[in-house]
Nanobody, 124 residues
């Protein structure tokens, strides 16, 4: 299993980015996937998940601003980030084979397969 994120960068508050995660090495649409974030000095947290049926869950902090989507033909998971704030700064990771397909409170699971991450920096 290999996951590779891209699309991070530096933006001003209020801006947008679209992150991509290209997956390989397994049957792409058959597992739970999600996006996670680790801000400086903080635990990794769950942001959004999507299951094999397209059902999504989101953390309250990103509802209405971040949208997860999937292109099964391209084996690619996306995260659209809108209305960014400096608090959204961090390393963003995609993950597959999540044991629970939902955003849970507390630090993110260490289970599943993970990409190397892509950095998002939001300036005020």
């Amino acid at each position: 299993v290999h996951l590779e994120e891209s699309g991070g960068g530096s933006v001003q508050a209020g801006g947008s980015l679209r992150l991509s995660c290209v997956a390989s090495g397994y049957t792409y649409s058959s597992v739970c996937m999600g996006w996670f974030r680790q801000a400086p000095g903080k635990e990794r947290e769950g942001l959004v998940t999507i299951d094999r049926y397209g059902y999504t869950t989101s953390a309250d902090s990103v509802k209405g601003r971040f949208t997860i989507s999937s292109d099964n033909a391209k084996h690619t998971l996306y995260l659209q980030l809108n209305s960014l704030t400096p608090e959204d700064t961090g390393m963003y990771y995609c993950a597959a084979f999540l044991p629970v397909c939902a955003v849970l409170p507390g630090p993110a699971t260490k289970e599943g397969y993970w990409g190397q991450g892509t950095q998002v920096t939001v300036s005020s």
